[in-house]
């Protein structure tokens, strides 16, 4: 991004926005977590530490890297509200890796029967929808993790541009396994009417629903043909 000089804004601005939005992003996530959760749905307070902002910074992790994807097409699409910056997504996408690193963290922390009943078997052990759940997951956030790392400037250095490139874009592979790992866990609630009080839908749904859209504009800018 550049200002009306033309001169290149200074990185430590770009990352005080990238800061901020990543603050707003958790910040609403959790104030929607905690409504809907513990005053619609009565989940005890003591729960809101682990298993309520767990689940807002899940969707938080969700929507960052799906900004850093879109952030670059919708400059494309309207250059007039949207400048290109790639430090902007760069920051945005590994943030959001972090964040769901530390998702994972939390998740393992409290992953038993009786957090998630629906992944898990009467014997105890998880079952096929638990373990699939925990696959697509794994394998996300190892591809997110290479990609995260080719990011830093020393690694991409060295680097071959085609190679560095394929690394980057399995970030949609990565983004697409999220989407089935989100399903996974909660499609079954989706259709649920108490799932629904006031209008307030899963932070599952939400989550899914706006993996969906990134990858669905992806594939709409792929068809599209390229400014000259």
């Known amino acids: ?11 430590d601005s770009v990352f005080g926005r990238a800061a901020l939005v990543c603050f707003s992003v958790f910040a609403l996530a959790l104030v929607y977590a905690f409504v809907r959760y513990n005053v619609v749905r009565n989940v005890p307070y003591e729960n809101i530490p682990l298993f309520v902002a767990n689940k807002s910074i899940s969707m938080t992790a969700v929507i960052l890297i799906g900004m850093s994807f ?3 097409h919708f400059a494309r699409f ?14 945005t996408g ?10 994972s963290l939390m998740s393992l922390v409290i992953f038993s ?12 052990r998880l079952n096929l929808a638990g373990e699939s759940a925990m696959l697509f997951g794994i394998i996300s956030l190892l591809l997110f993790s290479a990609i995260s790392i080719t990011s830093l400037k020393s690694v991409e250095k060295d680097m071959n541009p085609q190679q560095w490139r394929f690394i980057q874009r ?28 006031y209008g307030l839908a899963s932070i599952s749904l939400i989550s899914a629903s ?16 390229k400014k000259p």
């Open 170 to 197: 399995l970030g949609y592979f990565a983004y697409a396994m999220v989407l089935i790992h989100v399903a996974i866990i909660g499609w079954r609630g989706w259709w649920l009417p108490e799932s629904w009080q």
């Open 94 to 103: 590994v943030a959001g890796f972090f964040i769901a690193a530390l998702h």
């Open 1 to 11: 991004m550049t200002d009306d000089s033309g001169m290149k804004e200074p990185t």
């Open 113 to 124: 029967p009786a957090y998630y009943p629906g992944l898990f078997s009467s014997n105890g």
């Open 210 to 225: 706006f993996v969906l859209f990134v990858l669905v504009f992806r594939m709409v800018v792929m068809v599209l043909p």
């Open 78 to 91: 309207f250059p007039k509200l949207f400048s290109y910056d790639k430090r902007m997504l760069k920051f």
């Open 70 to 72: 879109l952030l670059g």
